[in-house]
């Protein structure tokens, strides 16, 4: 599967010169992780992923706390090129709360026996506002489970990712 095949969105959020800013994908602390940090076991995949896909990349401010945790045990550069990222556009943060409450909290109780991180639930509600769009992350395996049975959606994992 290839980012290609993901159909970009256009997003509410404006350029500097008030055009609209279209994203090709949504990202997952795990991929924002690994691409910032060469230790990373996905690093390679996410580096490849990165120069496929076609930025700006949306995620929520849940996964850029989770990855500012994350890299905090890191060199202050990796933290320092995530917020370049965000001041120049490349990266855009959604809000979930309190535009999304309702929904964010029905992710976070829906699957029995299963917790689901803050992040997770507002990603999938982020998937939900933006079904065409492509979720670039490292979970596989929470975030197969999360999207089963809902429309059609595109997950690029380091499992499913063909060069």
């Known amino acids: 599967m290839t980012l290609a095949a993901s159909p970009a969105v256009t997003v509410g959020r404006f350029a500097p010169d008030s055009s609209p800013l279209v994203v090709a994908s949504i990202v997952d602390t795990g991929f924002l992780v690994a ?12 580096v490849r992923t990165a120069a496929r896909a076609s930025g700006p990349w949306l995620t929520v401010e849940a996964c850029i706390t989770e990855s500012l945790h994350c890299l905090s045990r ?11 990222w965000l001041e120049r556009g490349l990266l855009l943060s959604s809000h979930a709360l309190p535009e ?3 929904e964010v909290w029905t992710e976070l109780t829906r699957y029995h026996g299963r917790s ?3 992040a997770d639930a507002c990603l999938t509600v982020l998937s939900d506002l933006h079904p065409s769009l492509t979720l670039v992350t490292t979970d596989r395996r929470d975030f197969s489970v999360y999207l089963r049975g809902r429309s059609p959606r595109l997950l690029l994992t380091p499992a499913s990712w063909q060069p």
């Not at 691409?35 to 996410?46: F, I, K, M, Q």
């Not at 550069?77 to 917020?83: E, I, N, Q, S």
């Open 100 to 102: 999304r409450h309702s």
């Open 74 to 84: 890191r060199a202050l550069p990796a933290r320092t090129r995530l917020f370049g």
């Open 116 to 118: 689901v991180d803050f």
């Open 35 to 46: 691409l910032l940090d060469a230790s990373d076991p996905h690093h390679a995949w996410s």
